[in-house]
C-alpha cells in the first residue's frame, strides 16, 4: 500500500472535507515540491497568495494552481495558491522557505470544485484567517487595494 501524502492525511484528519471531496481532491490533485522564488520577485503578504499567484502566472514565471499547503512542524492544512513552472515545483508567492511545506494542488479545470469544498469546511479564509475567495480574480480581503500586474 502507498504512503499518503501528509496534505491529504492532513486533510482526513481535520474532519471537516466530506469524504467524497477528499476523494476528488486525492483523486484529481498532485504532489508539489516548494522552490525558491526566482531571483528579483518579491514575496507577497501572508492572505496575498492568489495576487500573488497571478502575478507569478502573468510575469510568465508558471501556471496558477489552487490546493492545500501544509506548513512545515503544522498538522492543519489550509487552502492556498502558488504559481507552477513545470507542474512539479510550487513557486509560493507568500510562504517563507517553501522548500519545508507540503502542497497538493488541482489543475485549472478542476479549480472551482476546490472553491466549493473549501468554502464548506474551511469558510473561505486564509492562512491568515482573512475571508476570501480563491477564484481568478474574486480577492475579497477587506481593506486591501485590488491587485494589478505591474
Known amino acids: 500500500m502507498s504512503r499518503e501524502h501528509p496534505v491529504i492525511r492532513a486533510l482526513r484528519e481535520t474532519t471537516r472535507i466530506r469524504p467524497a471531496d477528499l476523494d476528488f481532491i486525492a483523486?484529481?490533485?498532485?504532489?508539489?515540491?516548494g522552490a525558491a522564488l526566482p531571483p528579483g520577485v518579491r514575496r507577497w503578504p501572508l492572505g496575498e497568495c492568489v495576487p500573488g499567484?497571478?502575478?507569478l502566472e502573468a510575469r510568465g514565471l508558471g501556471r496558477?494552481?489552487?490546493g492545500f499547503v501544509l506548513r512545515a512542524g503544522t498538522r492543519r492544512p489550509?487552502?492556498?495558491?502558488?504559481?507552477?513552472?513545470?507542474?512539479?515545483?510550487?513557486?509560493?508567492?507568500?510562504?517563507v522557505d517553501a522548500k519545508s511545506h507540503a502542497y497538493w494542488g488541482l489543475a485549472d479545470r478542476r479549480r472551482g470544485r476546490v472553491n466549493d469544498i473549501v468554502a464548506r469546511a474551511f469558510k473561505g479564509t486564509t492562512s491568515a484567517g482573512l475571508p476570501v475567495d480563491l477564484m481568478r480574480g474574486g480577492l475579497k480581503i477587506p481593506g486591501l487595494r485590488p491587485f494589478r500586474v505591474m
Open 64 to 66: 496558477f494552481i489552487t
Open 27 to 33: 483523486k484529481y490533485g498532485r504532489s508539489y515540491t
Open 53 to 55: 499567484a497571478e502575478g
Open 78 to 95: 489550509i487552502p492556498h495558491s502558488w504559481a507552477s513552472p513545470d507542474g512539479f515545483r510550487a513557486l509560493d508567492p507568500t510562504l
